[in-house]
C-alpha cells in the first residue's frame, strides 16, 4: 500500500510540475504580446508538446513503479513461502527432538 501511496505522491508532483511548466508558458506568452501570431502558435505548440513529454514521462514512471510493486509483492510471497517451509521444518524437528527426549526419561 506504501508503494501506491508513493506512485500517487510521484504522480501528484508530476502534476504539479506540468502545470508550473503550463502556467509559466502561458506568463511567457503574455509576457511577449507584442509578438506575432505565428510565434504565439508556434509557442503554443512547444507548450503543448512540453505537456505531452511531462504526460509521457509521468505515464512510463507510473508503469515502472507498477511494475515494481508487482515484483516486489511476488518477492515477500516467496520469501513468505520459504518462511512457512523453514517453520514447518522446524517444528517437524522439534517434535523429533521432545520424542527423543520423553523416550530417554
Do not use: C, G, H
Amino acid at each position: 500500500m506504501d508503494d501506491w501511496n508513493a506512485a500517487l505522491r510521484l504522480t501528484s508532483v508530476f502534476a504539479v510540475i506540468a502545470f508550473i511548466a503550463l502556467a509559466a508558458s502561458v506568463y511567457e506568452i503574455d509576457r511577449r504580446e507584442k509578438s506575432s501570431t505565428d510565434t504565439a502558435t508556434a509557442n503554443i505548440a512547444d507548450l503543448d508538446q512540453q505537456v505531452q513529454l511531462l504526460s509521457n514521462r509521468l505515464r512510463i514512471l507510473s508503469n515502472q513503479n507498477a511494475r515494481q510493486l508487482d515484483a516486489d509483492q511476488r518477492r515477500i510471497q516467496a520469501l513468505t513461502s520459504q518462511i512457512e517451509a523453514l517453520s514447518n521444518q522446524y517444528d517437524t524437528r522439534l517434535k523429533q527432538l521432545e520424542d527423543i527426549v520423553r523416550a530417554r526419561r
